[in-house]
Structure formats: C-alpha cells, structure tokens
C-alpha cells in the first residue's frame, strides 16, 4: 500500500511540474515589431467600481486588425495596462 501511493504521489508531482512547463513555456516572449499602446481606465458595474478582475483587449479582426492581446488587472475599479500585471494593447 504505502509503495502504490509514493507511486500515485511521484505520478500527481511530475504531471504538475509538466502541465508548469508547458503553460509557462510561452511567458516573456514580445513581439517588438507590433506597435502597442498603454491604456488606462475605470470599470464599473451597476455604478459602483469593480473590486478585482482583469480587462482584455483583442484587436477588431471585423476591422481586420490583427496582432496579440492586451491586458490589464483590474484593482479597485481601475486597470491601467503599464502596471504590473498589464500588457499593453494592439491599436485597433
């Protein structure tokens, strides 16, 4: 029994670390020759700031814009995307 969960246990750590890998391998990485603009604002709902969350900006493909996405974290109804957790967005 104790062999079978060391095992279960070695098993449930090495797919971690792999599923890690795999879904990090891709951060850091910047496209320099897509221009980028840094946007800041405020998000509300029902009237009242929005505590925490995060905002995305997709470029308007019906515009045919294309290029990656931006982000930016939302903290106590604003989000700014030069901020830690921000990614500057692709105009249009």
Not at 10 to 21: K, Q, R
Request: aromatic share 6%; glycine share 16%; with cysteine.
């Amino acid at each position: 029994m104790r062999n079978a969960e060391r095992r279960i246990g070695f098993g449930l750590i090495s797919i971690m670390s792999l599923v890690v890998i795999v879904t990090s391998a891709g951060c850091g990485k910047t496209d320099s020759s897509v221009p980028r603009v840094d946007l800041r604002g405020t998000v509300t709902w029902g009237g009242r700031p929005v505590p925490a969350g995060f905002v995305i900006f997709s470029p308007d493909a019906s515009k045919h814009n294309s290029g990656p996405q931006g982000m930016a974290a939302i903290v106590n109804g604003k989000y700014d995307t030069r901020g830690t957790d921000g990614r500057a967005a692709v105009p249009g």
